[in-house]
């Protein structure tokens, strides 16, 4: 991992910017990484910032990445869903990334489980399944606090627990599902999407910092509100291969959404603008 103090993100205004990000899979292909560097790298040039972006040699659980960027132990920017906790600990960049797509949740179940799934009687029975999430995810917390049962592991690991029948289900965010039901059929494994059903919570995921590197949120803020105002923003979203199109894939007039709380919500979460969340 490249090793930066709090000293050394203070440079020059000619120097070029070494931005040090986490890894958070061993999946080089990962489309939601890709997505949130391009994001970034689009708000950096807006902000007209010079940058060279670097990635951890290591793969770091989210709840680590958070601390390792609190404690400024070499991470300059993670990119993670929102938490009261995490907006504490570091310097949140308040615009949603996804839109509030984190939110909506389709069911990865394994292929035997969809006659099960489609003989339950209303979406309320979803919190029959066992589901999975990785370690420190926010969304544990959301979905134990609307009655789920939830088992945490690592993210690599969540596809083997699925396999073996440790959880019923992983509910992943809409543009996720299908990109990871492909990494995993890469590895023989078997997954489909369940055609039923939803769950629904506001919830997105923000860049954050360290709270002692200002100057690089305040350049990734600007960036992103250029990039709203100009339609950069939007356009990226529309056309990325990983968003692109996801709003009419989803069908959601056919499905049955099950909405639930997110009590994790910050005050100054909830009052973002409508502009940033697809579904106001």
């Known amino acids: 991992m490249v090793l930066l103090t709090l000293a050394g993100w203070i440079v020059p205004a000619d ?12 999946d080089a292909r990962n489309p939601r990484h890709a997505y949130s560097l391009g994001l970034l790298k689009l708000a950096l040039e807006k902000a007209q910032v010079e940058a060279d972006f670097v990635q951890a040699d290591m793969v ?3 709840s680590r990445a958070v601390e390792e960027l609190a404690m400024g132990r070499g991470l300059r920017v993670i990119w993670v869903g929102t938490s009261p906790e ?21 069911m990865m179940v394994r292929p035997d489980s969809l006659r099960q799934i489609a ?16 370690v420190g995810w926010p969304d544990v917390q959301i979905l134990e606090s609307a009655g789920f049962k939830v088992v945490e592991t690592s993210y690599d690991q969540l596809f083997p627990m699925l396999e073996r029948g440790r959880v019923g289900a ?47 949120a305040s350049a990734i803020e600007r960036g992103l509100e250029a990039a ?19 709003v009419q894939a989803l069908q959601l007039e056919k499905r049955e959404i099950l909405a639930i ?20």
Do not use: K
Not at 17 to 26: I, P, Q, Y
Not at 92 to 104: A, F, K, T
Not at 119 to 134: D, I, N, T, Y
Not at 232 to 241: D, L
């Open 228 to 246: 709203y105002d100009d339609g950069s923003f939007m356009a990226y979203f529309e056309t990325h291969p990983y968003t692109g199109g996801i």
């Open 170 to 216: 992983l509910p992943r965010a809409a543009f996720e599902i299908r990109s990871e039901i492909d990494a995993q059929q890469r590895l023989g494994r078997q997954f489909a999407i369940d055609p039923r059903f939803a769950i629904s919570y506001r919830f997105c995921s923000f860049f954050f910092t360290n709270r002692a590197d200002e100057a690089l």
């Open 15 to 26: 120097a070029r910017e070494l931005v040090t990000f986490a890894r958070s899979s061993n």
């Open 119 to 134: 003989e339950l009687p209303s979406a309320h029975f979803l919190r029959s399944f066992v589901m999975g999430q990785g």
């Open 60 to 62: 770091l659980e989210q």
């Open 261 to 280: 709380d997110n009590p994790l919500l910050t005050p100054e979460t909830r009052a973002l603008p409508p502009r940033y969340w697809l579904f106001p």
């Open 86 to 106: 995490r907006e504490r600990q570091l310097r949140p960049i308040r615009i949603p990334l996804d839109r509030g797509l984190l939110g909506l949740r389709l």
